[in-house]
């Protein structure tokens, strides 16, 4: 099957797709929207590009919509497979060209479609064309169901999962030692510093919590928009030498940074299934969540971890001394391990990724109507 997998441009997410896909034996091809510098793909993978230059004068994105046709005339796919469902496949959708797999990457039908009505106009668009929709989490399958009308038996859930053998609770603890915080209770943050990850309310909790409990420390990765602030807000504190601000991680840190911590934090105001708190899970690792419907697949308040309400820092610090004083939090992270292992295996659940082309091309070949299914 030749696969023309059209996206953004290359993030982690697209990698590990990509990575995947590669050790099928289906012939790939990379297609990327907003293409930022050159990138090294995995063997196999093989990029076309839209031309450089658009014509001047014309909307881009009818021009995008013309250059895709072009595109799909000369690499003739079986599958065209596009995501977010705003971006690329909506684009891909004004083509025509069916089988079209859509891919839902959350944040483009749980906000991006809340908040902005020709963001919900262009999702709608795109569902309406779309053969089959994957999607990462049941909220997002409510949502397309019940806000977009589209059908349930065309949806295909897939949590992007983790590696479970990369991510385990077997790895040291070497990033605690490194900072001397072996006697201290520690905290782990691993969202992007930007308003929708809610990093601000992860970070006044703790410093609410911190006062309280002088014991306590948290490791801060990521990068964003918000970093100032946020690191303004540790020096006005006065807990800047309890909070570390160590960017972002490469993969094979990763499970290092999972270990050295005892609980997890997101205060997410929006996540699809969040790969850093199914990272968590896998090391082991409880968690202190929002309440937001993504979260809620993942931990049940006293089961995973701890669940505040949205944006409530007040309830996010309480859990911070709670969890604090937990007698078995060991025990506690064994049932992450254990959720993890059943709903977060990335090997098994790339599977249903290729089950949704097969199953596209099924329907695209068979007598039933797009709009019979609307």
């Excluded at 839209?50 to 004068?57: D, H, I, L, S, Y």
């Excluded at 072996?182 to 943050?189: A, I, P």
Aim: one cysteine or more; hydrophobic letters at 40%.
């Amino acid at each position: 099957m030749r696969i023309l997998y059209f996206t953004r441009d290359y993030s982690p997410h697209d990698e590990r797709f990509l990575s995947a896909l590669a050790q099928t034996a289906h012939e790939i091809f990379l297609l990327r929207l907003e293409p930022r510098q050159p990138v090294t793909l995995p063997a196999g993978i093989t990029e076309v590009k839209f031309p450089e230059k658009m014509n001047a004068g014309n909307n881009p994105e009818d021009n995008r919509v013309a250059e895709l046709r072009t595109i799909l005339e000369k690499v003739k796919p079986d599958v065209l497979h596009a995501g977010p469902l705003h971006g690329p496949a909506y684009i891909a959708a004004q083509t025509g060209f069916s089988p079209l797999v859509s891919m839902s990457w959350g944040a483009d039908i749980l906000h991006d479609g809340v908040v902005s009505p020709l963001d919900r106009e262009k999702i709608q668009t795109t569902l309406y064309n779309s053969t089959v929709l994957v999607d990462d989490c049941q909220a997002v399958t409510t949502k397309a169901v019940h806000g977009y009308g589209y059908p349930r038996t065309r949806i295909y859930c897939l949590p992007w999962g983790v590696d479970l053998e990369h991510f385990s609770p077997n790895g040291k603890a070497r990033l605690r030692e490194k900072h001397g915080w072996q006697d201290n209770f520690v905290f782990l943050s691993m969202r992007s510093f930007e308003p929708i990850y809610g990093v601000n309310v992860t970070l006044r909790a703790f410093i609410n919590a911190v006062q309280q409990n002088p014991h306590l420390r948290m490791f801060l990765f990521g990068k964003g928009s918000q970093e100032y602030m946020l690191r303004e807000m540790t020096e006005q504190a006065g807990v800047k030498d309890k909070v570390h601000f160590g960017g972002y991680l490469e993969r094979e840190d990763l499970p290092d940074a999972y270990n050295s911590a005892d609980v997890f934090l997101s205060a997410s105001h929006c996540d699809g299934s969040s790969v850093s708190l199914m990272e968590a899970l896998a090391c082991g690792t409880p968690a202190i969540v929002s309440d937001i419907p993504g979260n809620l697949e993942w931990v049940s308040n006293g089961e995973q971890g701890w669940v505040f309400p949205d944006g409530d820092v007040e309830t996010m610090t309480g859990l911070m001394n709670t969890a604090s004083r937990e007698p078995d939090l060991a025990e506690m992270g064994a049932r992450t391990r254990s959720l993890a292992q059943e709903k977060a295996d990335w090997k098994k659940n790339f599977k249903v990724l290729l089950e949704a082309y097969e199953q596209a091309v099924i329907l695209n070949n068979s007598t039933l109507k797009k709009q019979d299914c609307f």
